[in-house]
Each structure stands twice: as structure tokens, then as C-alpha cells.
């Protein structure tokens, strides 16, 4: 959600922050700008619309000079238009922001009042002002990001450039991500680490709190309320620009459903120890899981289902009580965690502001506090340091805004984590634990048999694009697999679509069923199976159109839907991650026959780092 990129050096910054903003094109946005400095004179270039607008307006009036910020907004505060905006300026200072303000507005009044004129709807404008006043006063650039920032209340990235420090780009952060990049006489700032990677591996990872200046010759970090000098690790990338192209893939989310059993098999590389009979959790501390009296599960969307199906493993797996909460609503109740809570946080990104809050909250309260994320060093991550850890996806890159291998990852690492809790308690046994890491070990090859299927699943595609309204239904822990399918659905195609458990179906949602209505039924032999076919054929006695997900040896379920998407038979704790396969690969060919913007479809970010 927004993106930054900066730049100083002896290049010229404008294709240099161009290209760092295409590549965060993915996180969503809305309008786009670029500023840069040439000697003491700055000049400012923004655009409504994707960056081929900004393009076109650089065209015809290119920016000058090495030093420059570039920012991709996502509106917050204030429509989408070229005044919104990103960068600001005011009396020579230009500034970008990812992040909300919260006391904007009696920010803007009290500056109002001292004659300060605003041009633009937005929070972020009120940065440039405060900074311009205290530059006014005679504080030097770090000083006037101090004195700012210290009257702001909220969360923020912030990227400065002032015509009267040349050849040096001022910066702060709190809840909002923001990295510098240290290349070979040129550093660069970047709301996320693929924006510059072309350009440099080394990186520093900014903590809440840190102010700054980068010049081309460095960084200097600085403590932003005692101002003393700070110093963070250099980190080095490892993973490749590379990873983040297409592949050949039509989209990058195409590409990404398609990298499933690759992703899966390094979230699970020297994790499943099957001579041992052991899961080895690295970066967890296996200790602290003896003394687990309950699992507290918080995330947002897509990870929030799959810690739906997480709570399943858990309790099955583990025999301890679980529960799942949006962290959306978490951070504003009073949870009650003790320090026999373990709470778990899911993100891909590690950002996720509301899963970042909750887990603090749950922290000050006393819990011992895990999370599953994506992205290595990232926020969420940092905020368990000193308590149980990270377990990590490692799904790689994940650059389509509608998240597939990082939610199959996410499941894995859960099912991991649920064997490793129940040894750590005393209540898996050796065999039981055995049995279910060879089910996941089989998980990579079970998935490209479930790829392998996609020709059905585009001839589905094409019979229901023109459908207005779809309903996915599921039992067990195929539940929240019906709610991801339902949320890939209307998330790309724009398709209203609604997942439900399959037992409330005649408790309102059988109203909506009729010629028109598609339904999409998770059909999979085990407990309940004979009930999702009383479900199934309650659908078609009220002319409802059924798809079934069902498994390969399943002859019987042909006879109860008009069509069947095949899944192998496979262990029952690992079937959500196959049978999420075609549900993806269905909104992806709807969406894409349909014509939408897939890998960026409109109004969503993919790192949402504001409430």
C-alpha cells in the first residue's frame, strides 16, 4: 500500500526512481509523482492513474539532478487526483508518506491559523509545512524531521529533499516500512527491498522511531526523540531480482499459483526430520512451546483463513484450545492472554498493520508471541524478537495483490508449527507426527497433479464469466477454503461471491439459490462427506448450478454436479492446500477472460500498512 523510493548519487534519479516505483507497482496505488534536486532547485512531476500517466508527464518536462524522492499513493485522505498527489512541498522542503496522520486535522487548523496555505486534501501535506516551519526557524534538516515529527501522532514513512541541503535526502519511520539501500557511492530509500534491488544487496532495515539523512556516501541513523546516533546491521539479499519477473506467465499471479509445489517444498526443506520422527522449527524457540495452555491466532484476510484452518490442526494436533480473531478487531477489545497464551500472527509481508498492533498489544499483555510471515526482518518479525520467534514461509516474492503461494505456505508452516506444539506438549505421539510430515513431504507432488487439471478449470472459466453472483461452500476445514475461494473470486474478476460452512446453508444463503446462481461445493471424502451431499443436492433441487471440488477417485460425485474439479486423494490435514488449487486457477481464468487488472485489481494494496 504506497509506495517510496529515493535516490542520491551521481546518476540521474529520475529513470532511476521510475523503475524503483514499477516495481512496486504491486502493493496498489492510485496516482504517482517523482521530485527531484538539481543543485538548490527541486522540481516536482505528479500523475493520476498508473505510472504510464507519470511517464507521459516526464516526457514532456523530464526532472534534472542526481537526488530525488518517487512515491505511488493509495488514497487515504483525500480522491484520487493529481493535487493528492504525492510528493509535497512547501518553501523549498518536498516530502513523501506512507502512513495516516491522525491528528491531521487539528494539525492543519493550528497551521491554517499561522497563515500556512494548504493545496491538497491530504495528511501528508501537513509534513512539508512543519518541516518548512522549522527550517524557518533555523533548525537544520534532521533537526526540522525531529521537531515534526515529534507533533504527529500516527504512523509514517517519510522521504524529505529541501533546496537548502543538497545532495542529501532526509528520512523517518514508525509502523510504516521504510529501508535503506547502501550501493557503490549511491544509497537509495524504498518502502520495500525489490524497489532497488537491481541496485544494490545491502540493506538496512529501519526500526519505529529512526531518523535520518542518506547521502551518496552513506546513511546516518539517528534516535528520533533523544537525537543520539544509532547504528543497525547491514543485511545482505540474497534472492534475486529475477524472481520477481513474470516468467513468461500472462501474470504474476498466474505465475505464482504455478510456483506452489516449488514454495512448498522451501518452506518444508529441514523442517520435517522424518528419520527423527521431529519437525525442526528454526528461528522458534521450541522451549516455550511445553508451556502453551492455549493458541491465540491473529491475522487479516487471506492469512486470517488460513488460520481458520490452522485452528483445526492445532487443536487436533496439538490437543490445546485455539482461536482465531481478525486482528482488525483484536487490537480494539481487551483480549484475555495470560502467559500460557501463545499468539500467533500470519502475514505474508510483515507489515500488516493491524496484525503488527495486536501482537503488540498481546505482547504488553503478558502472552509469548510467535508469528508466520513471509518477508525476513520485517516488522512483525522484529516485534517477536525475544519471545518465541518467526517461522518463516519463504514462498519468495509474491507480487500479485491476490495472495496464492503465500497462503499455501502459511498453511504449511501452520501444519508444522501444530506437529511441533503437540511434541513440545506431550501429546503427539512419534508415529502420528511421522505420518503427518510424510503427508506434507507428498504435498508437492499432490499440488502439481492439482495443476496439472487447469484445462478444466479454464472451460469452467469460460461457462461462468457473465455470472453476477457465486456461493462457495465448505465443511470442516475445507470451511475457510471456501471463503478463500469465495475472496479470490471477487477480489480479481469483481464477481460477488460469498463462502459459507456448508451446514448453514438453509439457515439464509439457500434464498439466494436459483437457475442463475453458480455454487461451488468442496466435496472431499471424510468426515461430514455424506452431509456436503445433502448440501450438494439441495443446490441442484432448486435449480442451482453445482461445481464440485472432489478427489480423483470420487466416480460418485459426477452423478451429483455439472461439473467436478479433481484433486488427488491425499491426507486429510493437507487437503485445504490442493483444494484451494482450482478455486485459485478458477478466479484467475474468470478474471482474466473478463478482462481485469489481476495482478492489480482495483482499490486493494498488497501490503496494507494503515488501518
Known sequence: MC??????????????????LSRLEYRGYDSAGIATLDGTKSYVRRAAGKLAQLRARLQAEPCPGSVGIGHTRWATHGRPSEGNAHPHTSNGVTVVHNGIIENHRELRDELRRDGRLFTSETDTEIFAHLIAVARAQGADLLQAIRAATSCV??????????EATPGAIGFAKLASPLVVGLGEGESFLASDVPAV????????????????????????????????????AHRTITWSAVMAEKG??????????????????????????????????????????????????????????????????????????????????????????????????????????????????????GACVLCICNVVDAAIPRA???????????????????????????????????????????????????????????????????LAHEADTVKLAQ???????????????????????????????????????AGEMKHGPIALIDEHMPVIVLALRGPGYEKVLSNLEEVRARGGRVIAVGTEDDAELSQHAEAVLRIPAAHPHTTPALAVIPLQLFAYHVADLRGTDVDQPRNLAKSVTVE
Open 3 to 20: 509506495g517510496i523510493v529515493g535516490y542520491v548519487g551521481p546518476e540521474r534519479a529520475e529513470p532511476i526512481l521510475v523503475e524503483g
Open 153 to 162: 501522532r500516527g504512523a509514517y514513512a517519510l522521504a524529505v529533499i529541501d
Open 197 to 232: 534491488l537491481s541496485h544494490t544487496r545491502r540493506f538496512i532495515f529501519l526500526e519505529d522511531g529512526d531518523v535520518g539523512v542518506v547521502r551518496a556516501e552513506g546513511a546516518q541513523l539517528f534516535d528520533g526523540k533523544t537525537g543520539r546516533s544509532v547504528e543497525r
Open 248 to 365: 513468461g506467465h500472462k501474470h504474476f499471479m498466474h505465475k505464482e499459483i504455478h510456483e506452489q509445489p516449488r514454495a512448498i517444498t522451501d518452506t518444508l526443506r529441514g523442517r520435517i526430520l522424518l528419520d527423527d520422527g521431529k519437525v525442526a522449527l528454526d528461528g522458534i524457540d521450541e522451549a516455550q512451546l511445553k508451556g502453551v495452555e492455549r493458541v491465540l491466532i491473529t491475522a487479516c484476510g487471506t492469512s486470517w483463513h488460513a488460520a481458520l484452518v490452522g485452528k483445526y490442526l492445532v487443536e487436533k494436533l496439538a490437543h490445546v484450545s485455539c482461536d482465531v480473531e481478525l486482528a482488525s478487531e483484536l487490537r480494539y477489545r481487551e483480549p484475555v492472554v495470560t502467559a500460557g497464551t501463545l499468539v500467533v500472527a500470519i502475514s505474508q509481508s510483515g507489515e500488516t498493520a493491524d496484525t503488527l498492533a495486536a501482537l503488540k498489544e498481546c505482547r504488553r499483555l
Open 384 to 450: 517477536c524478537e525475544g519471545s518465541v520467534g518467526t517461522l518463516y514461509t519463504r514462498a519468495g516474492p509474491e507480487i500479485g495483490v491476490a495472495s496464492t503461494k503465500a497462503f499455501t505456505t502459511q498453511l504449511v508452516a501452520l501444519h508444522l508449527l501444530a506437529i511441533g506444539l503437540g511434541q513440545a506438549r506431550g501429546a503427539l505421539t512419534t508415529t502420528t507426527a511421522r505420518s503427518e510430515m510424510e503427508a506434507l513431504a507428498r504435498l508437492p507432488l499432490e499440488m502439481e497433479r492439482c
Open 463 to 501: 461457462q461462468h464469466m457473465g455470472a453476477r453472483d457465486m456461493l462457495y461452500l465448505g465443511r470442516g476445514h475445507t470451511f475457510p477454503i471456501a471463503l478463500e475461494g469465495a475472496l479470490k473470486l471477487k477480489e480479481i474478476s469483481y464477481i460477488h461471491a460469498e463462502g459459507y460452512a
